[in-house]
Structures are given as C-alpha cells and as structure tokens.
C-alpha cells in the first residue's frame, strides 16, 4: 500500500524553525515528486513546494519563498520541510503527498499524508 | 499565477439529487484539471484527475468534464457519504492552485 506520514510539527514563536519529515512507503520513492500543501483552520487548500523525483528541480510558492527548504533522500524514503522565519501566517495542517509521476507539472496529487498541524504563536 | 473559481462555494441537496460543481480557470490549462474530495476531519483524497478520468475506487456516480477554462464535478446521484468539501486544481503551471473549495451538505 502507497503511503505518506508526516511528523514534526508542533508549536513555535513567530521567527523560529520547525523541520517537518514524511515518511514514504509502498512505492519507488526516487521515481515521484513529491510535494507539501499546507491548509490554515478553516481555509482552503494552498500549494507549498514541489521537489522533483530526481531532486533536481525544486519550486515554492512565493509566500514561503526564501524561508523554506525542501529536500528528499532517497536513501531512506523521505522528504523534509525546513521552515525558517516563521510567521502567524504560517499556522497550519502541513500535508506530504505524492505526486503521479517524477515532474512538477502535468499530473496529479495521490496519495494525502494525514497532515500535521504547525501553530506559529507566542 | 494561473486563478482557478469554484462556483458555488457552498450547496445543500439531498439524497439521490444531481450536483454539479464548476471550476474556471483563468486561463487555457487544457485537460490539466484534477479534483479532490475532503471529508470532515480528513485528508483530502484525489477523485478525478486530467479533468474525466475517475481515480481507482472511486464510485461512478462521480465524473468530470470540460476543458480549456471551464470544467464540471458531477455526482449523478448523491449519497450520505458524499458530505464534503471539493476542490479543483491544475497541474498545468507552476504554482500550481487550487479553487477556493464546495462544501456540498445533505438536505
């Protein structure tokens, strides 16, 4: 079975860091992108970042951009995200997904890690 | 960035009626149109990807069309366990976006 978990979040002051982590299994890792998209209570969906299957090409949306990092490793079936600068704004059910093939367009998120909640608060 | 409207934001039917969902995008992304369905509580989970091909598992009372700039949800016949909230996205750009969301509720 094709699945996701993600770990680490929890509660941080405004301009701290949290390094989220997702655990992949059930599926050739290094083949897929994967991807983080986060919700805020109450609100919709908005995309993160992307990391493609080679990890060679990696995208984030502008409001994260310059104080996230995503990275993979292939090695243990994982990818992470590493937030800096954190901010209220940021509050937030963080989901790890697969994507449907290694690139970062053209294709579709399947399956949803559970998600895990980040609450930037002092 | 590539805008994508949902239409309603929020529907009330009841068990057994026809609903449909439309998503515009704001410009041509061709078939590169994806929804999703999250219950209460839940991750959301993928249902129709490249705008009419239903995911594995997925009843069939669910189908999507379109392409270009205008798309359609459908749900033929509408069950208990479809309370959710939908949301289209496209995979054609970078961002790639989501629409704003369709809480659907039973009546």
């Known amino acids: 079975e094709v699945q996701v978990l993600e770990s680490g979040g929890g509660l941080v002051q405004p301009g701290g860091s949290l390094r989220l982590s997702c655990a992949a299994s059930?599926?050739?890792?290094?083949?897929?992108?994967m991807s983080w998209v986060r919700q805020a209570p109450g609100k919709g969906l908005e995309w993160v970042s992307v990391?493609?299957?080679?990890?060679?090409?990696?995208y984030y949306a502008d409001s994260v951009k310059g104080r996230f990092t995503i990275s993979r490793d292939d090695s243990k079936n994982m990818v992470y995200l590493q937030m800096n600068s954190l901010r209220a704004e940021d509050t937030a059910v963080y989901y790890c997904?697969?994507?449907?093939?290694?690139?970062?367009?053209?294709?579709?998120?399947?399956?949803w890690g559970q998600g895990t909640l980040v609450t930037v608060s002092s | 960035d590539v805008q994508m409207t949902q239409s309603p934001s929020s529907l009330s039917a009841s068990i057994g009626d026809r609903v449909t969902i439309t998503c515009r995008a704001s410009?041509?992304?061709?078939?590169?149109l994806n929804w999703y369905q999250q219950k209460p509580g839940k991750a959301p989970t993928l249902l129709i990807y490249?705008?009419?091909t239903l995911q594995s598992g997925v009843p069939s009372t669910f189908s999507g069309s379109g392409s270009g700039t205008e798309f359609t949800l459908t749900i033929s016949s509408l069950q208990p366990g479809d309370l959710a909230t939908y949301y289209c996205?496209?995979?054609?750009?970078?961002?790639?976006?989501f629409g704003g969301g369709t809480k659907v509720e039973i009546k």
């Open positions: 997904i697969k994507k449907s093939d290694s690139g970062w367009q053209y294709n579709w998120f399947d399956p």
């Open positions: 059930g599926f050739t890792f290094s083949n897929y992108a």
């Open positions: 990391i493609s299957g080679s990890g060679g090409s990696r």
């Open positions: 410009q041509n992304i061709y078939r590169y």
């Open positions: 490249e705008a009419s």
């Open positions: 996205q496209q995979s054609y750009n970078i961002p790639t976006t």
